[in-house]
């Protein structure tokens, strides 16, 4: 593949049969197998953000049974490998909890605890509001039921409820 990036790729595929998107995702699925490293270079990030989803999601499910004693993961299932899950989430410590950025509750200085109570505050702001836009949308439909959000609004009637409930001082 030499210096050039999977961008400069792609764009050079673009060129070559004039923007035609479907042409051009054929060219550099032909260029793959003729250009070492090219693959590699398409490839690794979406491993890496994969592998971050993975680990995202299973500090979830961590901090999830470690607060309500067992986890969505469990699935309510009635064997032998559920039990044990919901045995050995008992067992952990609290100190294990899983902040947001990886590190461990038990290891947490006063800096950490900052950071996480701000993101959590963050968090939970920009939570409330889009509870209050849904509320607003949700008013616009009324109760007649299978009708849609796209049968009473359009995206500037959404835009302008979404600016409302942004200046509104839920949380």
Known sequence: MGNKSV??????????????W?????AFSDRLDDEPGLREALVAPLIGGAIWQAIRHAAHNQRY??????????GGKDDSSGLELVARRQ???LLDYPLAGGKRLGDATRTDLETTIAWHQTLAEQNSKKACWFEAIMKHLGAEEGVSVKDVLDDAGLQKLL?????SKAA
């Open 7 to 20: 961008n400069q790729v792609a764009g050079e595929c673009l060129d070559s049969v004039n923007g035609d």
């Open 22 to 26: 479907e042409a051009a995702a054929k």
């Open 65 to 74: 049974a470690m607060v309500n004693g067992n986890g969505p993961e469990t």
């Open 91 to 93: 067992a952990e410590s």
């Open 163 to 167: 600016d409302k409930a942004k200046k």
